[in-house]
């Protein structure tokens, strides 16, 4: 169902984004692979091209960078940039402060990536999909999205955003084929929490202590899930949590 077809994944050289590309290559897809560090998308490509026999064209992207995106998708050759597919899933959290007591370029840090990064690659590419009658945007929100939790503030409202744009989005494609899933992960254990404390992978590591936490494997096969219901089956929004955890708030933990 998916053979053939051009995906794109924000935020792939790492977590979620990593493995939705190692999960999607056996498909047979053309995978276009962003994400800041670049020397980790290569290696990323290379593994897949060799093992699979694929078209994977990594490529540096700052989703941030609003004329970085618009150029760079412009320079994109044209097969490239017939984008079936696009997961939005670069995204990341700064800290777990009061708002009192925010970093203001924290902040920015988050809103700039999660949501306005969102918008800047989906305006690019929905057009296309749309006049070419075929496309599946999927956007790696968060259960963070669904109810705020202590210090998360900004974070959560990001994703929260990220929740009602999903809806939003498929009003605005009510009548196209084009379809839109929003998927809400729980704890995963991924590079999220050193991202957050800034390397201090001690603290990092309470975060999943004493529970199994989800995978970014687990993720991303939920998404290829989404990807291959039939055309006329568009799975809107799913929440996805590890046993171990009820909600943003409440987990057990085995001492």
Known sequence: MLAGQTVLVTGASSGIGLECARVLAPLGVRLLLVARRYERLVALAQELQTQYQIPCLAQALDVRERLGVQTWFENLAPDWQCIDVVINNAGLSRGLDKLQDGDINDWEE??????????YVTRLVLPGMIHRGRGHVVNIASIAGLAAYPGGNVYCATKAAVRILGDALKQDLLGTPVRVTTINPGLVDTEFSPVRFRGDTERAQQVYRGLTPL???DVAETV????????????????????????????????
């Not at 988050?110 to 918008?119: A, E, P, Q």
């Not at 990807?227 to 987990?251: F, G, M, Y």
């Open 110 to 119: 988050m809103i700039d990536t999660n949501l306005k990064g969102l918008l």
């Open 224 to 255: 290829a899930f989404c990807l291959t219901r039939p055309p006329h089956v568009n799975i809107q929004e799913l929440t996805l949590l590890p046993t171990d955890q009820a909600n943003a708030l409440l987990v057990h933990r085995r001492e």
């Open 215 to 217: 995978t970014g494997r």
